[in-house]
C-alpha cells in the first residue's frame, strides 16, 4: 500500500522559495511516477511537476526554470523545490503516486497525500 503526506508548505513572501517534500509510507516506492499537483480556490487542479520510475522529469510552463522534482528512493520521499514564487503560485499542493506510464494527467495517478498550502503574499 500507499501512504503519501506533504510537508514544506507556509507563507513566503514574493519572490521567495519553498521546499515541498512527499514522503511515502508504502515499501514499493521506486515503482511509482510520481507528481506534483496544485489547486487554488475555485480553480481546477493543474499539474505542476513529474518524476517518473526511470527518473526522467516534466514540469508545468507555468514553472519552468523556478521548480525542481526529485526523488530518493531509497528514503521513499520525493520534493518539489520552488523558486520565485508569486502570489498566483498560491494553492493547495499535492503529491500523487501512480503505477501507469509516463503522464501529466492526474487519472493516471493511483495515490494522493492529502495537501499542503502554499501562500505567497505580494
Known amino acids: 500500500q500507499v501512504g503519501l503526506v506533504e510537508s514544506g508548505g507556509g507563507l513566503v513572501q514574493a519572490g521567495g522559495s519553498l521546499r515541498l517534500s512527499c514522503a511515502d509510507s508504502?515499501?514499493?516506492?521506486?515503482?511509482?511516477?510520481m507528481g506534483w499537483f496544485r489547486q487554488a480556490p475555485g480553480k481546477e487542479r493543474d499539474f505542476i511537476a513529474a518524476v517518473w520510475s526511470d527518473y526522467s522529469t516534466s514540469y508545468a510552463d507555468s514553472m519552468k526554470g523556478r521548480a525542481t522534482i526529485s526523488r530518493d528512493n531509497a528514503k521513499n520521499t520525493v520534493d518539489l523545490q520552488m523558486n520565485s514564487l508569486k502570489p498566483e503560485d498560491t494553492a493547495v499542493y499535492y503529491c500523487a503516486a501512480g503505477l501507469g506510464g509516463p503522464t501529466r494527467n492526474w487519472n493516471a495517478y493511483q495515490y494522493w497525500g492529502q495537501g499542503t498550502q502554499v501562500t505567497v503574499s505580494s
Open positions: 508504502g515499501r514499493t516506492f521506486s515503482r511509482y511516477s
